[in-house]
């Protein structure tokens, strides 16, 4: 029985696949253009240039080697619903240079137009055999085409089928995540009796607060190496300072050795030959006063005598202590 239904490549697009061939480069396949035939069921002829009366013309949404035929190229097209008004008798396949590669009859098939009352999208396939599929760049520019439910359903399939090995690989990986810290080796950045500030009272499982409190020496045998007395440090309160080591700028000191608060010493003088009113010229720590007692003359000479005193709450802050100031952490470090 002859075939009714077919597709044949043009004497143009023949000629042109016969050259991409032999010259070992590609026939760019772009488009795909519809038409009526004006009505009569037409019969491809390799001679022609053109459809007998295109009516829609179109970027490919598909082009694929048939996975059952390694000779035979398939080509489809997306038609939306709000296109149509149109029968479909004859389909054709251009190339990059608008040249008319193949060409094709269909079934008769009427595409509505929405308004008509009645839509759909429909799909247009063309199966074409070709000598050399190897010939025929199978690329599509998906930014312009409408995806055919196929077409979309296999790139899911594609894309959960790349997810699946990420993430069968990144599950059996040893370290899957090379960029974070692992237990393992915290050692590296944060060793066992570092005190580090911690913005709250109790600390994290596996952490002690710096309170000078025991612990156990056998169940933390590092951390006793370090402070053998088996206490931890008490920071409570405490500004910690770089060792000296020899640097002399502090030195006599040990390792964990306490030290109390100190200024640097004060001194002044006063001339023994002040006149009088002297009082009266103090500045910064020193303030005049009067009612002091002071060696010589009669009782009530030194009983309602001047003098100097030293305040140094006059010129800074003051307080029970020697500090600077600062921002209350609790000290914690790793028990193991």
Request: proline residues 7%.
């Amino acid at each position: 029985m002859t075939a009714k239904f077919f597709a044949i490549l043009t004497n143009q697009g023949a000629a042109k696949l016969a050259n991409a061939t032999s010259l070992g480069t590609k026939l760019n396949l772009t488009q795909m253009a519809l038409g009526d035939a004006n009505g009569v069921l037409p019969t491809p002829d390799a001679a022609q240039t053109q459809l007998i009366n295109q009516k829609r013309i179109a970027p490919l949404n598909r082009l694929s080697v048939d996975p059952n035929n390694a000779n035979q190229i398939i080509a489809e097209q997306v038609i939306p619903e709000n296109e149509g008004g149109f029968w479909i008798r004859e389909i054709g396949l251009y190339d990059d240079d608008g040249v008319l590669i193949a060409i094709a009859n269909c079934p008769e098939t009427y595409k509505p137009l929405l308004q008509e009352g009645s839509g759909r999208t429909q799909t247009i396939r063309m199966a074409l055999i070709v000598s050399s599929t190897a010939a025929v760049t199978l690329k599509i520019d998906p930014s312009v085409v409408l995806a055919t439910r196929q077409y979309a359903d296999d790139k899911a399939r594609e894309v959960k089928g790349y997810a699946d090995t990420l993430l069968a690989a990144h599950m059996a990986a040893a370290n899957p995540h090379p960029q974070y810290l692992v237990v393992a080796d915290i050692n590296n950045y944060l060793p066992v009796g570092v005190p580090i500030p911690y913005p709250a009272a109790i600390p994290p499982t596996g952490w002690f607060n710096c309170n000078g409190s025991a612990f156990d020496k056998t169940k933390y045998p590092f951390l006793a190496s370090l402070f053998p007395s088996g206490n931890l440090p008490d920071l409570r309160g405490e500004f910690i300072r770089g060792w000296d080591n020899g640097r002399n700028v502090d030195s006599g000191r040990s390792l964990l050795s306490l030290q109390g608060d100190a200024i640097r010493n004060i001194t002044g003088t006063l001339p023994c030959s002040a006149p009088y009113g002297f009082e009266q010229d103090a500045r910064g720590a020193l303030f005049g006063t009067a009612g002091l007692v002071h060696g010589g003359g009669s009782v009530e000479i030194q009983a309602g005598g001047y003098g100097i005193g030293l305040n140094a709450a006059m010129a800074v802050p003051t307080a029970n202590e020697n500090r600077p100031r600062n921002i209350a952490f609790n000290y914690i470090m790793r028990a193991a």
